[in-house]
Nanobody, 115 residues
Framework: QVQLVESGGGLAQPGGSLRLSCVGSGFDFSTKGMSWYRQKPGNERVPVAGTTIGGASNYAEFAKGRFDISRDNAKNTVYLQMNNLKPEDTAVYYC?????????WGQGTQVTVSS
């Protein structure tokens, strides 16, 4: 079955960096666009960044210039490099893939930005 497993979250100081990873299995990774979302307590889950099968990327406004999404199809992995982190980036970050009209999600990884 489709599985997405995120890792790399944790505590970072303002201005710091974290790199999130998401390993996909149970589907042909190289043929799917992959996305990162985040969810703050009491808020809806919102898109952060996405990458197409060709490696093109798109970003939410708050992520532009600070976050970078990339993928390694040989490792079935999508990454989210987050730089210049701000306290408002604190959230649970989720990996997402859309397959035949159905959204699949990982378990999420907590990112906390605090001094």
């Amino acid at each position: 079955q489709v599985q997405l497993v995120e890792s790399g979250g944790g505590l970072a100081q303002p201005g710091g960096s974290l790199r999130l990873s998401c390993v996909g299995s149970g589907f042909d990774f190289s043929t799917k666009g992959m996305s990162w979302y985040r969810q703050k307590p009491g808020n809806e889950r919102v898109p952060v960044a996405g990458t197409t099968i060709g490696g093109a990327s798109n970003y939410a406004e708050f992520a532009k210039g600070r976050f970078d999404i990339s993928r390694d199809n040989a490792k079935n992995t999508v990454y989210l490099q987050m730089n210049n982190l701000k306290p408002e980036d604190t959230a649970v970050y989720y990996c997402n893939v859309l397959i035949r009209g159905r959204d699949y999600w990982g378990q999420g990884t907590q990112v906390t930005v605090s001094s």
